[in-house]
């Protein structure tokens, strides 16, 4: 079967585990994940981010729900000042340790498994977004944390 883009959303931060979180949510459906697996996600969420490293506590995540049903949690936090950790769950797929096809039941993996090529998409970005509102200014105090919440992935279509 050829490639075929996702929708990709964005949705406002959200607070969780100590941490600032932009959220981004990938799905095949047009009317956008079912609200259920949302938030069964962002329950899970606080277990995947890590402890505060002084680093300014932000992070981004990325819930995808498959067209098999399946649904996955990818948690990207910054540390050590311009690091990214991951921390990954799974809902619904059996080849991933997942007990049933309950895309809400959402397990942690132990895989090294980043993300797929739809979930990657606003890495590049996130990327860019923490330089220049966290690295690039030369002064500590003018480092701003909103900035970087506020500056989300804004898909463009993929050019075969």
């Not at 950790?85 to 895989?111: E, I, K, N, S």
């Not at 966290?134 to 909103?146: G, K, T, V, W, Y």
Request: hydrophobic share 45%; proline share 10%.
């Amino acid at each position: 079967m050829p490639f075929a883009e996702k929708f990709l959303t964005v949705h406002p931060p959200i607070v969780a585990g100590g941490r600032s979180v932009k959220r981004y949510h990938v799905t095949a459906d047009p009317a956008g994940i079912d609200p259920a697996v949302a938030e069964a996600a962002y329950a899970l969420l606080p277990e995947l981010l890590p402890e505060a490293d002084g680093t300014p506590p932000a992070a981004f995540v990325i819930v995808h729900a498959s067209a098999d049903g399946s649904a996955y949690l990818n948690a990207y936090s910054w540390v050590w000042d311009n690091v990214l950790h991951f921390g990954g769950a799974a809902a619904g797929q059996p080849v991933l340790g997942c007990p049933d096809r309950d895309a809400t039941h959402f397990v942690t993996l132990d895989r090294s498994w980043i993300g797929c090529v739809w979930e990657l998409a606003p890495l590049g970005h996130e990327r860019d977004a923490w330089i220049r509102h966290m690295l690039a200014p030369e002064r500590p105090e003018d480092r701003d944390l909103d900035a970087y919440l506020a500056d989300a992935y804004v898909p463009s279509p993929i050019r075969a």
